[in-house]
C-alpha cells in the first residue's frame, strides 16, 4: 500500500514526536489521508508549525504537549488525549532522543538513564495509560531501529530492543482485540537525530523521511505485515 492508497478516513491517530522528522513526516501524510490526528512533542513551538500544515491539508488536529521524562507529563498528556477523543484507531510511537553514543561502560549513567525513560519507559507508561481507550482493531506502531542492540548506540540501542520487545509482548497480549502492534524501522532517514549520529554523512546522500511512511500507513489502515517491518524494503517483494 502506498501512502496515496491508505485510506485513514476518520480515524483518530495519536503519533509521539510530531514536531520533525519522522514523526512530522508521519503527521502530514495521515492528515493527506483523512485522520484525526493528535500530536505530541515535548515543546509546542515547533509542533504548531506540523499541527498547522496538518490542517492546512484538511484533518482536524489536537496538539499535546508532552515530556517522556516525566511520568506526571505522561499522564497529563494520556488524559488530554482521552479528553479529546473517545477512542483512538491508532497509535505511532515515534518520539525518542539519541542519548550518549559510545562504549556502554564509559557513558555517564545519568544521561544513559535519561535516555532509556524517554525512549522505553516512557513509552511503556504512555501506552499503559492510553490502553483503555486504544480501539479493538486499531493498529499501534512502534519506531524502531537496526541500531537496537548494536554495540556503540548505549542508550538508545538499549531501548529500542526493549520496545522490540514491549512490541511483541503487546502484539500477543492484545491479539483477540484484533490489535496489530508492529515495530517499524523506518532506516537511514533524513533527520536531525540521524546527522547527530553520523555527522560525517552527506545528508544528501539519505532519503527524507516521507519517502519511508507507507508501512507505517499501510498499519494503520488494516495491514499486518508481521512484528517488524524494515520500511526500506516495503513494495519490493
Do not use: F
Not at 135 to 155: E, F, I, N
Not at 190 to 217: G, I, N
Amino acid at each position: 500500500m502506498t501512502p496515496a492508497a491508505a485510506d485513514l478516513s476518520g480515524s483518530r491517530v495519536l503519533v509521539t514526536g510530531a514536531s520533525r522528522g519522522y514523526g512530522a513526516a508521519i503527521a502530514r501524510e495521515l492528515a493527506r489521508c483523512g485522520a484525526h490526528v493528535l500530536l505530541t512533542a515535548t515543546r509546542g513551538g515547533r509542533l504548531a508549525a506540523v499541527a498547522s500544515a496538518c490542517r492546512d491539508a484538511g484533518a482536524m488536529c489536537d496538539e499535546v504537549e508532552m515530556d517522556l521524562a516525566s511520568p506526571e507529563s505522561v499522564d497529563a498528556a494520556a488524559a488530554q488525549v482521552r479528553a479529546a477523543v473517545p477512542r483512538l484507531e491508532g497509535v505511532v510511537m515515534n518520539a525518542g532522543v539519541l542519548g550518549p553514543l559510545g562504549p556502554l561502560a564509559d557513558a555517564d549513567v545519568d544521561a544513559t538513564w535519561e535516555a532509556v525513560t524517554v525512549d522505553l519507559t516512557g513509552q511503556v507508561r504512555l501506552l499503559q495509560r492510553l490502553a483503555p481507550a486504544i480501539a479493538d482493531r486499531a493498529g499501534v506502531v512502534l519506531v524502531t531501529t537496526g541500531a537496537a542492540g548494536r554495540p556503540g548506540y548505549g542508550a538508545y540501542a538499549i531501548a529500542k530492543a526493549g520496545l522490540e520487545s514491549v512490541g511483541l509482548m503487546l502484539r500477543e497480549e492484545w491479539a483477540d482485540r484484533g490489535i496489530r502492534v508492529v515495530a517499524v524501522n523506518p532506516g537511514p532517514v533524513r533527520t536531525q537525530m540521524r546527522a547527530e549520529a553520523h555527522p560525517e554523512e552527506d545528508p544528501a546522500t539519505v532519503p527524507p523521511p516521507a519517502d519511508r511512511v507507507a508501512p507505517v500507513l499501510a498499519v494503520l489502515a488494516g495491514e499486518d505485515p508481521g512484528p517488524r517491518v524494515q520500511a526500506s524494503e516495503w513494495g519490493l517483494g
